[in-house]
């Protein structure tokens, strides 16, 4: 199982660690200030107080161990590119960064970042479940309970037809739509065939639907 360190306390950060703890997942939630880790400790599996500046308390954490690393630094933009550049010289594997504007997300894309986010159009849910399944591709959460979700097929759904996978009694999710290529079909019927490279949305619970980016 996957294995998340967010770097900075603030609400975006404290939204993906949240949602990824939800998910079932490890996290382990760094930030400088007492105050801002004491108040996640419920919420994760693990806290530190540590300056993300400093190279050897990074070290310390054995940060390059985890799969992916958030750094989810607010206003300083200096700090936010110098951990990234830590974090990359320490070599960990997947460096996820939230960026303040376009300008500040060039720059870490050119010090190395694997990803960048942007707050004002990547909610902390969003990027949670971008962050646990490589198949998708948009998540858009309606109420507490449920979301819309936009992925990639599943291998283990290709080649079969909807009525076939009966998604809506055993995964307990519904394909409101499929698009395939640079076309759509926004009521696919029974007798529909998922093919490779088809991208389906699909509504259902969030516990549904995280059943279903598991399925690759």
């Known amino acids: 199982m996957k294995q998340f360190a967010v770097i900075g306390l603030g609400r975006f950060g404290i939204s993906v660690a949240e ?54 630094i607010g206003q300083d933009i200096q700090a936010s590119i110098l951990t990234t550049l830590h974090l990359k010289e320490l070599g960990c594997k997947h460096v996820v960064v939230k960026a ?3 300008i500040h997300g060039k720059v870490l894309e050119k010090i190395g970042a694997d990803h960048v986010v942007f707050p004002e159009r ?19 959460e309606l109420s507490p309970e449920y979301s819309l979700l936009e992925c990639r097929a599943p291998e283990k759904l290709v080649g079969k037809s909807l009525s076939q ?22 009521s696919p019927g ?13 509504i259902g619970l969030n516990t549904d639907l995280h059943s279903l980016e598991q399925c690759d």
């Open 19 to 72: 949602n990824l703890q939800r998910m079932g997942y490890d996290v382990l939630a760094i930030d400088e200030s007492e105050e801002r880790v004491n108040a996640v400790a419920s919420l994760v599996t693990h806290t530190a107080i540590a300056d993300s500046l400093n190279e050897k308390a990074l070290r310390s954490l054995g940060i390059r161990n985890f799969d992916v690393v958030v750094v989810a």
């Open 100 to 102: 303040q504007n376009e």
């Open 122 to 140: 990547d909610m902390g849910a969003r990027v949670a479940h971008y962050l646990v399944a490589n198949n998708i591709l948009d998540y858009l």
């Open 165 to 186: 996978l009966n998604l809506r009694v055993n995964m307990g999710i519904n394909v409101v739509a499929i698009k395939r290529s640079a076309n759509i079909d926004p």
């Open 190 to 202: 029974g007798h529909t065939v998922i093919q490779r490279d088809d991208i389906l949305v699909v």
